[in-house]
């Protein structure tokens, strides 16, 4: 026997020990799932929560009534396929015919030289490209449709085409092809231990595993700012974070940031922490760190947030450190809140926030960006049914619509990485953060959805009433600083942009590169992204835009200088613990380490 067929060999009760192992972790995972699903109620003949079915049957009318432009639109793409086919056999010929179509730029699907390179693949990726643009242009310019459904159609049309993009496929990604031949397979039948691991630990569900989730652990290498739990009840915990200057300023600082993620995206690592940052400018900081709930909160609603939150956090900073006035932050949802809760106190006369700054903060929701695809009655009716079962919504529905919006960096790539390419994930703080989804209480979401995406409410002078207190976003007169992102699909900056003509204070507006979250996560020696700040603000974003001035590196400086006038006099530092308020455990407290699939600490246990 030769030393290559020995090898080969040797390898087979290896190949056999993987195959046995692959096929009993699959029957008992079909076990698991057919037990499931006999536990579950069936779901009401002809269902149909996303609402597809009607927009489709809207569209092939539409599309009936114009058979000449659809004629037109199959003839260019006909044509369009012919100089494909010319293209290529010049190609082959030994030509070097210019391309019919190429990728947009940052398409990192066909980054492999092998799409350029080789004819068969390259043909391939064009006639993939020809197809997608031929059935996008062609959703996203139907007549008479109304603009909430030709919106979701174009949505859900972009997913059916990143789903059947070549790249995708064993057989049509040179990339895979090669891994394939290289290790005689290998990368597939390690692709199919991750893929059985994900659906194992999805319970049935598919739950791609985008980082190394065993090597990070919250509060050991990540979110390791230094600080202390010094308040808390059932909906959050309040931590106040260790100086790290002799002085600070007297005013506190609030971060109030969204409950749809964890607070650590600002504290992934002491390099990119803002919380860090904040500390080291001087700022006595603090930050709310939401429950992760379960069945027992699903009572609470929207006002217990706004009461059990902001204003419960605002009576233990002075109870903390003596001070009444504070500045705050809200960020995405938590700025939502901030921005109600500031109206209500408008009303009540409670003046103790001095000064807020908001990130990538929606409050007319008109145009809600690609989010809003998903919020129409049918659908809202269906996750109103699921909530009713649970009590919540499951932080891995939220987690698979926000990566929906970008699929093909957060769902595609590591179908391919991790299944495809039999590859492990690379280790990635933020991608950690992202895999560490929260649940939303049923109320409560209920009542955002409904009230501010579907209605837009908010925005209406008495449209909302918190509390028994009608609220009108008008009588917010405080100075107001904005950062919202060029690249931002969960709140389009110029759809955040609108609350300038609303508030009645000072205001500064900021632009930073990038999207929701690396365009706030910037900090200043990264030398990334930039900013953009114009002093006029005129109604239409696009006017302030172009009148504004480009600015290098991070925004976090601008916000800075613009804050600490507004902060007060310097006085000693103030050390967690020491004052008003005991230390109940270190940060980043029980909460923040609390996943989806455990059950919350007890809020009269700050040690659990």
């Known amino acids: 026997m030769g030393e290559q067929a020995k090898a080969v060999a040797a390898d087979e009760p290896d190949t056999a020990a993987v195959l046995s192992e692959i096929a009993g972790r699959s029957q008992k995972l079909m076990h698991d799932f057919m037990e499931r699903q006999q536990l579950l109620e069936p779901a009401p003949p002809g269902m149909d929560p996303l609402g ?83 059935l996008l242009k062609t959703v996203s310019e139907a007549d008479g449709l109304d603009e909430k459904t030709q919106a979701k159609l174009a949505f859900y049309t972009r997913q059916f085409v990143d789903a059947l993009a070549p790249s995708n496929f064993v057989a049509t990604n040179p990339q895979v092809l090669r891994e394939t031949i290289d290790t005689k397979g290998e990368n597939l039948l390690k692709g199919l231990s991750h893929l059985l691991e994900d659906l194992e630990r999805g319970k049935g569900r598919l739950s791609i595993k985008m980082t190394d989730l065993e090597a990070f652990e919250v509060g050991r290498n990540i979110a390791t700012t230094p600080g202390k739990v010094v308040y808390q009840n059932d909906l959050m915990q309040l931590i106040q974070y260790e100086p790290t200057t002799e002085k600070q300023y007297k005013r506190p600082l609030l971060i109030v940031p969204p409950w749809i993620n964890k607070f650590y995206i600002l504290d992934l690592q002491p390099k990119n922490s803002f919380i860090k940052y904040c500390c080291d400018q001087g700022f006595t900081t603090f930050v709310v760190s939401w429950v992760n709930p379960d069945a027992k909160l699903a009572h609470k609603s929207f006002e217990d947030y706004m009461r059990d939150g902001i204003l419960a956090a605002l009576d233990a900073i002075e109870q903390a450190v003596g001070e009444k006035a504070v500045n705050a932050i809200g960020y995405c949802l938590g700025g939502t809140l901030m921005a109600s809760t500031l109206a209500y106190m408008a009303t009540k006369r409670d003046s103790r926030i001095k000064a807020v700054t908001f990130f990538t903060t929606l409050v007319d929701f008109k145009q809600p960006g690609e989010l809003g695809v998903f919020i129409d009655e049918e659908q809202l009716k269906a996750i109103e049914a699921q909530m009713s079962r649970t009590g919540y919504l499951e932080g891995a529905e939220m987690a698979h619509t926000f990566n929906m919006l970008r699929a093909n960096d957060l769902i595609w790539s590591f179908v391919v990485n991790n299944y495809l390419l039999g590859k492990e994930p690379f280790p990635f703080d933020l991608l950690y953060w992202n895999s560490d989804s929260t649940r939303m209480p049923a109320t409560m979401h209920s009542f955002y959805l409904r009230k501010f995406y579907h209605e837009n409410k908010l925005v209406e002078p008495g449209g909302i009433s918190l509390c028994g207190v009608p609220i009108d976003l008008r009588k917010v007169k405080l100075p107001v600083y904005w950062v919202s992102t060029r690249e931002d699909h969960i709140a389009p900056w110029q759809s955040t942009y609108a609350a300038t003509r609303i508030y009645q204070g000072p205001k500064r507006f900021v632009l930073a590169g990038s999207g929701h979250i690396a365009g706030v996560v910037n900090p200043p020696h990264s030398g990334k992204y930039g900013y953009w700040v114009n002093d006029e603000l005129p109604p239409d974003p696009a006017d302030w835009l172009a009148g504004a001035t480009e600015h290098p590196g991070s925004w976090w400086d601008d916000w800075r200088d613009w804050l600490k006038p507004k902060s007060g006099a310097l006085v000693a530092a103030r050390v967690p613990g020491e004052g008003g308020l005991p230390a109940l455990e270190d940060a980043p407290g029980s909460y923040a380490k609390i996943r989806a699939d455990t059950a919350p600490a007890s809020p009269a246990d700050p040690s659990a």
């Open 52 to 134: 597809l079915g009607s927009a489709m049957v809207e569209l092939g009318a539409r599309l009936w009534s114009s058979p000449a432009e659809v004629m037109s639109a199959q003839f260019s793409l006909w044509q369009d396929y012919l100089r494909l086919w010319n293209s290529t056999t010049s190609r082959l010929l030994g030509g070097e015919p210019e391309a019919v179509v190429v990728p947009e730029r940052g398409d990192r699907r066909f980054k492999d030289a092998a799409w350029e390179e080789n004819p068969v693949f390259d043909f391939i990726k064009q006639s993939y490209l020809l197809t997608s643009r031929f």
